[in-house]
């Protein structure tokens, strides 16, 4: 015996209106039948109705209400028999979210925090093979500069451009960061379907200076979509003065608050990996010659690797084929089923005759 399962059970729902269908049907003949009665009189009524067969009448009925079950059951997908295989790998898309504020020039990492952080990021994507990047500069608020791509080498050329004047306004505001990133992957990645996987990773790379609130809750919503979150974290605990230097790049003096005080901005590394810690990845930390950039390649591709051999996808026979045919074959037979009897009656006179 087969059992059927069904793909969109919600489509049986509509079972119940042919119950109802065929209490209307049965209503509206009664209430016809008794028009033509009030208005032609019990004795002329059955002359102007002898040729309908009522008999025919029920069975067009019940045709069409088969028909449009088994049209309805075809709707649900019923499906039977499984097999399992696993997905294939559509390989890693990245969108990486680097920090262009004003912050990231201090020089307590030599060059300085935002040089330093641009040769890691270099050194991660010269490691990626095949796989998909996107790029957006953040601060107070985010833009996207490049969405996610193949083509590796343009993406590093906005990498070397990066600056604060990337961003409009200036502060340090992840939230906004994490949901441009989300949208970068509907925007620009591969379209998952029940035979695929894409391995999906945030990569935080800032000196986590965070002033606004509502980071950690995004950074969950991301997890809980599949997109891993890691960081890379640059800076000092002693921090550093922000230096300003003019179009030629020479020191013209450091940045002050409204006090008129050297402004130091130190880097503590809490809100990145609390970042992560939410986001179910990894924070690192940024260090002159240090391997931050090949954990973080070995992390994700150990990501891909635990996704792929986890993901099987269990495949159904489609049945639906066989009730639309059914459906479709008793739609036919109720075109050629007519209403009028096989032979009518005349009368002649006072006698009833059948008609030659």
Excluded: C
């Amino acid at each position: 015996m087969t059992v059927y399962r069904f793909a969109d059970k919600a489509a049986l729902q509509f079972l119940w209106l042919l119950p109802v269908l065929l209490v209307l049907s049965w209503y509206l003949t009664k209430i016809h039948l008794q028009k033509i009665a009030r208005g032609l009189g019990t004795k002329m009524a059955p002359f102007l109705t002898a040729s309908v067969s009522l008999a025919r009448r029920r069975w067009k009925l019940i045709l069409e209400v088969l028909a449009l079950a088994a049209f309805v059951v075809a709707l649900a997908r019923p499906q039977a028999g499984q097999s399992q295989q696993k997905v294939k790998s559509e390989g890693i898309e990245i969108v990486i979210l680097f920090d262009a504020s004003h912050s990231m020039e201090a020089e307590d990492a030599k060059p300085s925090r935002m040089e330093l952080a641009k040769k890691e990021v270099m050194r991660f994507l010269d490691r990626l093979s095949g796989d998909r990047v996107g790029l957006v500069a953040f601060a107070g608020s985010a833009v996207l500069l490049s969405p996610v791509t193949t083509d590796l080498p343009a993406l590093k050329m906005y990498i070397e451009s990066l600056s604060p004047m990337s961003v409009a306004t200036q502060g340090t505001e992840f939230a906004k960061a994490l949901r441009e990133a989300a949208q970068a992957f509907k925007r620009g990645g591969v379209d998952e379907d029940e035979g695929s996987a894409v391995t999906r990773a945030v990569v935080v790379v800032s000196d986590g200076e965070d002033h606004e609130p509502g980071a950690m809750k995004v950074a969950e919503e991301l997890a809980q979509e599949g997109i891993r979150l890691f960081a890379l974290g640059v800076g000092t605990e002693n921090g550093g003065p922000i230096p300003i230097r003019d179009e030629f790049g020479n020191l013209r003096g450091y940045k002050k608050d409204e006090a008129g005080k050297v402004i130091l901005t130190q880097t503590k590394g809490t809100v990145l990996k609390e970042l992560a810690q939410q986001g179910k990845g990894s924070f690192y930390h940024l260090t002159f010659g240090g391997n931050a950039s090949q954990n973080l390649y070995e992390d994700i591709r150990k990501l891909e690797q635990a996704q792929f051999n986890s993901s099987v996808v269990t495949s159904y026979d489609e049945k639906y084929q066989n009730f639309l045919i059914f459906g479709l074959l008793l739609a036919l037979i109720e075109l050629f089923v007519g209403e009028r009897k096989g032979r009518a009656r005349l009368w002649k006179g006072r006698f009833e005759v059948a008609e030659e």
